[in-house]
């Protein structure tokens, strides 16, 4: 995982909408990054889901939510159409800047050993630097816990 303090990776990536755009587009509000293994999937949907209950609270704080996953553009799409989805979501197939985050970790499921997208986010200050980490997250409640972080910063 990145360390407290590091500067936001300037990776492109593409939006949902197939725009490329790197973290530092997002200066000057804080930004709250998170990683996700894979749309449409049930920890997944909560999570988004959590997100958006709480996005309101979260960007009247002055933040921008945003999440990444190696799904394409048109997942993603079709994703935040299913859900109503109220954010950005990043697509990342080759886990470029999800790697650099730390995210892209060694995982353990039934025995068998793969690399794969840890649940983490990452809070970035409005210059660009990484001031929180939950490089683990309860996917139904974390929304909620994010708009209470940043009511405290």
Excluded at 80 to 95: A, M, R
Excluded at 102 to 110: C, F, L
Excluded at 121 to 135: A, C, I, M
Aim: glycine letters at 8%; aromatic letters at 10%.
């Amino acid at each position: 995982m990145l360390t407290l303090g590091s500067p936001a990776p300037a990776i492109p990536v593409q939006t949902d909408t197939g725009d490329t755009v790197t973290l530092q587009d997002y200066a000057g509000s804080y930004v709250v990054l998170y990683t996700y293994p894979k749309d449409n999937t049930p920890g997944c949907t909560a999570e988004a889901c959590s997100f958006r209950d709480q996005s309101e609270a979260i960007t009247d704080l002055g933040a921008v939510i945003l999440g990444v996953s190696k799904d394409s553009v048109a997942s993603h799409k079709k994703f935040k159409e299913k859900y109503n989805l109220n954010f950005t979501l990043l697509s990342d197939p080759e886990h470029t800047l999800i790697d650099a985050l730390g995210a892209w970790q060694e995982k353990v499921n039934y025995g068998k050993r793969y690399m794969g997208i840890v649940r983490s986010t990452f809070v970035f200050d409005p210059e660009g630097n990484l001031v929180k980490v939950w490089p683990k997250v309860s996917p139904k409640t974390h929304g909620e816990e994010i708009a209470a972080y940043l009511k405290e910063v």
